[in-house]
């Protein structure tokens, strides 16, 4: 138990360390009008405060992600703790600080739009086609997976495909109304609701003496699985996630000075980093080891475990309690990917969405789409979405860097981990029988050598733009914070 909670020190530490040496790094401007002021439509830019733009940004970031890849990861063992404390700390919540200040700067856009201005206009193409499929995978997966939850909650009372129809219709209603109708008024007592169900399942672990193994590079882990690559995209959200890059931005446009953006961005993610160590720990600890985590997983899933060490923990009530706040995770991510990709089209399109109307016959067709999706077999699509997910983190870290390099800042912060990861998720696609199914040896050689190639490219690239005075910027003008 001391290395659970000695992981959960040092990511609260972080915050208050590493994250206030990001913030100064970065360079707050505390009388720079925001986006949500500078674009104020009544729909997607709407001012809001500190405390709700936090826990709603909690809840677009979650997912499943730091409660299903955590509990999956605790497959490994003590070391899925390292990752997790790692990786948050100086990949992904320096990955969500970033990917939100800079779109703050540049009125609200989102990574499409970054990539276009930052790594060139061919990148505009690429990532929004990557951005767009990457959200309906999230979207698609975030039907099923809360519509199967609830069944099994309800007893199988309700049609499962009842429920898909109602998540479908609030995905709908979310995706089209003004951010401020149901996302602001909903997302705080969801937020709330996550919080108490993660820290009730920890602090009863902790009450009980749960048997939460200590840190052991021999400890168990999958058999004929290496622990490098695979770990880092069985655990994202909770440590790393480029789904976070297409989630910022929301609250970009909301955030009503620059000083909130080390709470909502940077502190939210340390909090999502909480949750997935309290996840990984139950996992570890409530089921007798690999073996017994193991046999669970394969008879029902993720959501098993979270029901029966919810239960176990937290008894009837407090245990579907706790579970409602895990259906609650991929409902509120859910939505907001489907409010992503629609304002992420629309701004590739530049058609303006105050109008109603603007904003439907976007919206339609991905729905359409995300109904076909569903009929699609979910381990596929998870396996394709992990890989998405870490590939898209990995241009939003390089957006960082080049942005920082060209304001002559400390552009390791984010080039270091981007660099790491750029090595990974090359080395998976190239090993892994959803891509080229390579030998583990000549995939590491194809990572290291692809991934020097690239950056290559980036330095090449920076030094231009640094020499060309890139604007990092919009021009505001006229116009003073609130």
């Not at 913030?23 to 500078?38: H, L, N, Q, S, W």
């Not at 199967?148 to 995905?171: C, E, P, R």
């Not at 990995?394 to 920082?404: C, E, K, Q, R, S």
Request: charged share 10%; aromatic share 12%.
């Amino acid at each position: 138990m001391y290395t659970f909670l000695a992981g959960i020190a040092l990511l609260i530490i972080g915050y208050f360390t590493y994250g206030k040496f990001i913030e100064k790094m970065f360079g707050v401007k505390e009388d720079r009008a925001t986006p949500a002021y500078v674009n104020n439509d009544g729909v997607d830019y709407v001012p809001m405060s500190t405390s709700k733009n936090s826990l709603i940004q909690l809840l677009n970031i979650a997912g499943t992600g730091p409660v299903f890849g955590p509990i999956m990861g605790a497959l490994y063992g003590p070391v899925a703790f390292i990752w997790i404390v790692i990786g948050c700390i100086f990949a992904g919540a320096v990955h969500d600080y970033l990917t939100g200040m800079i779109s703050i700067r540049n009125r609200g856009a989102h990574l499409p739009e970054l990539a276009s201005k930052f790594l060139g206009k061919v990148m505009k193409h690429v990532v929004n086609a990557f951005a767009v499929l990457l959200l309906l995978l999230v979207g698609t997966v975030f039907v099923s997976t809360p519509a199967s939850l609830l069944h099994v909650l309800m007893d199988g009372k309700i049609a499962l495909g009842i429920i898909i129809a109602a998540i479908f219709i609030y995905y709908i209603a979310a995706t089209l109304l003004p951010v401020d109708k149901i996302i602001g008024r909903l997302y705080p007592y969801f937020g709330a609701l996550l919080l108490i169900s993660a820290l009730g399942v920890g602090i009863g672990m902790v009450v009980t003496g749960a048997p939460i193994p200590e840190l052991s590079l021999t400890n168990f882990h999958p058999a004929n699985a290496p622990i490098l690559p695979l770990l880092f995209f069985t655990i994202s959200c909770g440590a790393l996630s480029g789904f976070h890059a297409t989630q910022t931005p929301i609250i970009s446009r909301t955030t009503q000075n620059e000083k909130q953006g080390r709470k909502i961005f940077y502190g939210m993610m340390i909090t999502e980093g909480v949750i997935a160590m309290i996840w990984a720990a139950a996992g570890m600890s409530l089921f007798n080891g690999y073996n017994g985590l193991n046999d669970i997983l394969a008879a029902g899933g993720p959501g098993a475990v979270v029901s029966q060490a919810s239960t176990a923990l937290l008894g009837a009530i407090g245990g579907t309690l706790a579970v409602l706040g895990v259906v609650v995770l991929p409902i509120t991510s859910g939505d907001t990917a489907f409010r992503s990709a629609r304002m992420i089209i629309a701004e590739y399109l530049n058609i303006a969405q105050k109008k109603f109307s603007s904003r439907l016959w976007i919206a339609v067709p991905l729905f359409v789409i995300s109904a076909v999706l569903t009929q699609i077999d979910f381990n596929l699509l998870w396996r394709y979405f992990s890989w998405a997910n870490q590939a898209t983190a990995v241009i939003a870290l390089f957006v960082g860097a080049m942005y920082l390099y060209i304001a002559k800042k400390n552009y390791f912060t984010a080039l270091v981990p981007g660099s790491f990861m750029l090595v990974m998720v090359i080395t998976y696609i190239l090993n892994a029988p959803i891509g080229f199914g390579l030998s583990m040896t000549t995939s590491w050689i194809g990572g290291f050598i692809g991934a020097a190639v690239l950056i290559g490219f980036f330095f090449r690239a920076a030094k231009k733009a640094r020499a060309n005075n890139m604007p990092l910027e919009d021009d505001i003008t006229g116009w003073k914070v609130a």
